[in-house]
């Protein structure tokens, strides 16, 4: 489904349009991932295939084309592409249990599911680490930027629930719901 298109702009929009100065190594996420580092390394990753016009292939959300609009080699290309993008930015131990995911999509399924298992001992340390927060000698900013950043770690693990409102600001159920999390973090 390559289009040929004189229109650089139309072509960097297209899903399986890849610029030829795109290589294997353009996209690399530090730090790796290791498994304790899952939610940031991920949101991190999510944004730089997303710069690429990628991340449609490692979500499973692209667009399937019909059969004779279909390029197997574009979509075979984005695939692998993607797919070397993620193995580059993960450790080593952790790449060579996975390589072998031919499709990118369960790639990130599975690292996910892997990485994810830690949840309930990672929300109880982060639970505690709020508690045990002082302020002591850190400047409010510092402190405040601190406990912000374990609140929205903690956010990570606990998904806010999503509201099919065409405007979201008017469901008051999601109103609640991010006043009870208000609540939650100054309690």
Known sequence: MVRNNNNSQDQSLDLYFVHPLEKSINVSVPPQL???????WS?????????KNKFKFVDGSIHVPNEEDLNPV????CNNLVHT????SISKSIAQSIVFNE???DMWNDLKDRCMRRDHIRVAQLQQEISNLKQGSKKITEYFTELRGLWEELDQYRHMPHCAFPIPSTCLAMRNAKGFRSKHRII
């Open 34 to 40: 290791t498994g304790g580092n899952y939610h940031f």
């Open 43 to 51: 949101m991190k990753m999510r944004r730089a295939v997303a710069m």
């Open 74 to 77: 574009a979509l075979e290309r």
């Open 85 to 88: 993008w993620i193995i580059n």
């Open 103 to 105: 499709n990118v999509i």
